[in-house]
Structure formats: structure tokens, C-alpha cells
């Protein structure tokens, strides 16, 4: 710089000189300032994944799988370090490497975590209609939705956790619909239980003089009982209630 500084400032200014004299110089400067913003990278990357390899190790309690992603993300970080590369620029490529098998880690955490929250529902809500008083009239299906549930566990063993996720929120989509047929199906036996009630109170004696009402009582009770095989409840509870009417 001194040089420099003489050719351009001496009795007979060389300017030319002067500025060739400073390429070199101005050179160095822009590398040492591209190696710090590496050095600065490479600082703060390193701050970055050190911060996710311990927060992806208190969630190994709760995500089992993530264990696997753990030491390759351990193994990058580590072969990162600058004592061991001297190299910032290969340094930051292994840290942002690590970066992007943390986001992986991340979103599988995640995705694992809305399945847990998914599954637990829908669990609850079955075992809900399990206890159900009218749960005989829904047990084809509540047998089909146990199995998908089963199923939604072997999709999250495979680590398909949205597919896990997706099937459990189907079981807890449908099971309102289901809500409702348990609840029919406890209004069928409470009706048909009311119609025997008044059936047990006839009087023998006048039995022979109504046969045509104890035929028509008889009639609707048959016709609840195929619309009940037929899974089709508000018509069985409609026959029933006729059935009240003559009873």
C-alpha cells in the first residue's frame, strides 16, 4: 500500500504503476472477506445443528423412529468440524447436509406426533360406541373400523405416518354416523321391549275374541324384526310403534 501510495503521490505520479501495484492487494481483500462470511457460516450452521441434534434426542422417548436419522445427522456434524476439514467451504456443504436430514427428522416428527393425536382419538371415540347400549346394532361395523385402526398401526410401523394419520381420521370421521345407529338401535329395543310389556299384560280370556289385533300386533312385530336384520332401524322402530298402538 505504501508502495502504491509513492508511485502515485512522487514527483512524476505514476498512476498506472500505482494501481497494479494495488491489484494484489485489493485481491486478498475480497478473499479474506469471502473466507470470513464462510467462517461466519460455518459458526453459525454449527450453533444450528448442534441445537437440533439435542432436541431430536429428548424426542426419542416419544418417536422411537427418529433414532435412526440420529446418528447419520450426528456423523455430519461431526465431520464438519473445521479442525478436522480445514475447510470452510467443505465444512458449510456437511452442515447443510446435516441441516437437511434434520428437516427430514423434523417433518417425521411431526407427522409421527399428528398420528399419535389422530390415533388416540379415534381409539377413544370407538371405545365410546363399544360401551354404546346399542352397540349389538353397530358391531359389523365397529369390527370393520377396529381392524382399519389395526391397520393405521402397521402404516405407522412402516413409518407412513400420514397414511397412519389418514386412516385413523377416517375411523373418527365415521363415527358419528355410527353414533346414530347405536342410538336407533337402543330406541328399537327400548320400543320393542315396550310393545312385549303391553303384550304380557294382555288378558288371556279376551285373547280368542281380538285375534285380529294380536294378528296385526304380530304383523308389525315381524315386519320391525326384517327391518332390524336389515340394518334399516328407523323403519323397524316405525313398525314397532305401530305395533303400540294396537298393543
Not at 214 to 239: C, G, M, N, W
Request: aromatic share 8%.
Amino acid at each position: 500500500l505504501d508502495d502504491a501510495k509513492a508511485l502515485a503521490e512522487g514527483a512524476t505520479p505514476d498512476y498506472p504503476a500505482a494501481a497494479a501495484g494495488l491489484e494484489p492487494l485489493a485481491q486478498r481483500c475480497i478473499d479474506v472477506a469471502w473466507v470470513s462470511s464462510r467462517a461466519e457460516k460455518y459458526d453459525a450452521l454449527r450453533t444450528s445443528v448442534d441445537t437440533s441434534i439435542k432436541n431430536r434426542k429428548m424426542k426419542l422417548a416419544s418417536v422411537p423412529e427418529v433414532g435412526r436419522f440420529l446418528q447419520p445427522l450426528e456423523d455430519l456434524y461431526a465431520d464438519s468440524d473445521y479442525a478436522t476439514t480445514k475447510d470452510f467451504v467443505k465444512s458449510v456443504s456437511l452442515l447443510e447436509r446435516a441441516k437437511s436430514v434434520n428437516s427430514a427428522v423434523l417433518t417425521a416428527t411431526n407427522a409421527y406426533n399428528d398420528y399419535v393425536t389422530e390415533y388416540n382419538k379415534a381409539l377413544g371415540l370407538l371405545k365410546d360406541l363399544k360401551a354404546h347400549p346399542g352397540k349389538k346394532g353397530i358391531a359389523d361395523e365397529l369390527l370393520v373400523k377396529g381392524q382399519e385402526l389395526d391397520y393405521a398401526k402397521t402404516r405407522r410401523q412402516a413409518e407412513e405416518y400420514v397414511a397412519a394419520k389418514n386412516l385413523c381420521m377416517a375411523v373418527s370421521a365415521a363415527c358419528p354416523e355410527l353414533q346414530t345407529k347405536a342410538d336407533k338401535y337402543k330406541t328399537l329395543l327400548d320400543t320393542k321391549a315396550e310393545v312385549k310389556q303391553h303384550k304380557d299384560g294382555w288378558d288371556s280370556a279376551w285373547l280368542p275374541f281380538v285375534t285380529e289385533v294380536t294378528t296385526q300386533v304380530t304383523q308389525f312385530e315381524s315386519q320391525a324384526e326384517t327391518a332390524r336384520l336389515a340394518k334399516d332401524y328407523p323403519l323397524a322402530i316405525a313398525h314397532l310403534e305401530r305395533a303400540l298402538k294396537f298393543a
